[in-house]
């Protein structure tokens, strides 16, 4: 039967509560009800030919509570004058809210408004656009308004997220929030408070004024180093320094801070980075040279190394989509990035190796050169086969070292 039914016309008001009208409307003050609902009823033909089923349909749609049902006559050559369904409406919120059991809900929403009203007004549009979601946070609601309380009185403090002293609220409830809490500030706090540039949560710090911890940048000394290796990393004094024979000797593993790297100015031949951390701690010897342990999509910290724009870099990724996208990305910051091992001689050299990439990305790359656009569009395209990939560590280290520019 294709007649509108009592569950048709709660499912009607779930689809207006589902998409946060009922909520918005609250905040609004521009009230859904009355409403009238969409009705499905019996045809001139079907009313002759079903009456016993019309007549069912009538009485059960009548019976139930929530919605008043308005009447249109109906006659019939047997049964005479009869009065059939004509409209259905809702005439109130609080009936709708009986209809779909939201009145807990829808309460909690109004006190949760109420709360905004008082403490922060211009948090009204945001209801508005997002309830649900709020609903989602009414428990942690006051704490978050808090939260936007404290930095609007204390606009970009230059100070870790651990050392914000908030009643009932700790660094990790914060970054837990750190989503829901950005789309409050930028609506609360004047436009010199907030970072525009610094987008996403990973970068929330930045964005509001807190200190973030430093980024950290590892490498690797290849091969034999200028003697003035030690003295250009300003480490000959520090106490977790290596001496600097064990730096020209040992080729050590070196981890510094990006503002320490930044100011390095090593005068070395090439840099090489590379995705994987075994590849990095056994590439090949390589005079006046260093290896970079990469960090996938992030070259956000090596973009003011000044004397890294100016040297020779070879990106070592994967043979696979996501390769050629990070090398693109990395060309972005640093124009001169040559691809290193990613080419189809190499590919086609290990194809005993190739695995499966489980997410290509499919999107254009406007950085390669013509060889590697060619390589990276028969992988986009599965021309060689379905969602290839050759993982940098499964190639041979003999064909490594072969690769290696001269020294």
Known sequence: MSWTQPADLRAQLLKLWSRGDVLASLVSGESLFPLRLTLKSPTSAEMSERFDEVRQWISTLRAADGYRVTLREFRHRVFGTNSVPHEVWVDSLDAALMLIG????????????????????????????????????????????DIVDWLKANPRPGIYLRQVDIAGVHSKFIEAHRGVLAELADRVLPPEAV????????????????????????????????????????????????????????????????????????????????????????????????VIFGAGYGFDMLADMDWL??????????????????????????????????????????ESQWGEESAPTLRDLPRLTPPEQVLYDDLRDNRLRKNLRLEQERIGFEWVKAALPNT
């Not at 909690?108 to 211009?122: S, Y």
């Open 102 to 145: 939201k009145r807990r809900d829808a309460t909690r929403f109004a006190a949760l408004l109420d709360t905004t009203h008082q403490r922060q007004p211009p948090l009204l549009d945001w209801l508005v656009k997002r309830p649900l979601r709020a609903l989602e946070l009414a428990e942690e609601w006051t704490r978050l308004l």
């Open 195 to 290: 970072d525009a540039s610094a987008t996403g949560v990973g970068q929330f710090a930045q964005r509001y004024g807190f200190r973030d911890k430093p980024l950290r940048i590892r490498f690797r000394l290849l091969g034999a180093q200028p003697a003035h290796w030690a003295e250009s990393l300003g480490l000959e004094n520090a106490q977790q320094a290596p001496s600097s024979s064990a730096m020209l000797g040992l080729n050590p593993d070196i981890t510094l801070d990006a503002a320490s790297f930044a100011r390095l100015a090593p005068g070395v031949s090439r840099v090489f980075i590379t995705e994987n951390e075994v590849n990095f701690l056994a590439f090949p010897p390589v005079d006046n040279s260093l």
């Open 309 to 350: 724009a100016r040297c020779p870099i070879y990106y070592w990724g994967d043979i696979d989509t996501h390769g050629f996208a990070i090398l693109d990305q990395l060309r972005a910051r640093f124009a001169q990035v040559e691809s290193f091992l990613m080419d189809r001689a190499t590919l086609l050299a290990f």
